[in-house]
């Protein structure tokens, strides 16, 4: 947790200052994709990639550190992260849904055999693989994305420390991925 914390407050250091090292917006359209490894994504694009029907792949590579990075889903599309162990780093993804999109998002994680969302209605946010007691992910990134998009409302026994929260899983049901669909 303590790597994640200095990521969250480095990356917000840097959109304050306005300083990035790589300022070049890319944006993913309809029959475009853009394959890139965990490493490659670290201090890149603060905030400056857009979705809009095509197809991010995200391969995990070793990294020491947290990498943070914000996605704008405009026209819907497809993210897939790529099957790999662990062997260090993990990716937290914001994504931010703009506007109404012809068609949605379709989450794609490889190699789990179940994935989460909890929804915090406090701050009005669902994380997706990374729970507030701290549980690693079920892979090596977990999402963030504001409101409730799937709708959770039945309560879960999810830790000692925090007995109840809202809570939902999917199951791979013998896939080699955990497919989430969600409407933009």
């Known amino acids: 947790m303590g790597m994640i914390k200095k990521a969250i407050a480095e990356y917000f250091t840097d959109v304050a200052a306005g300083s990035s090292h790589h300022l070049h917006p890319v944006v993913v359209s309809a029959g475009a994709w853009l394959s890139t490894k965990l490493h490659e994504l670290h201090e890149w694009n603060r905030g400056l990639l857009t979705l809009n029907g095509g197809t991010i792949i995200i391969n995990h590579s ?21 099957a790999q162990e662990k062997p260090g780093g993990t990716l937290l993804l914001h994504l931010t849904r703009k506007g109404v999109a012809r068609r949605g998002l379709q989450l794609v994680f490889q190699g789990c055999e179940k994935q989460f969302a ?45 007995p109840y929260g809202l809570r939902r899983e999917w199951r791979a049901d013998g896939h080699d991925s955990v497919m989430l669909e969600l409407s933009c």
């Open 62 to 82: 070793y990294s020491s550190t947290v990498t943070m990075l914000s996605v704008d889903v405009l026209g819907g599309g497809s993210v897939i992260f790529s």
């Open 118 to 162: 909890c929804y915090d209605p406090m701050a009005d946010m669902t994380l997706v693989g990374l729970m507030p007691d701290g549980e690693t992910p079920h892979g090596w990134a977990a999402l963030r994305l504001d409101g409730n998009p799937w709708n959770i409302t039945h309560p879960t026994y999810v830790a000692k420390d925090w």
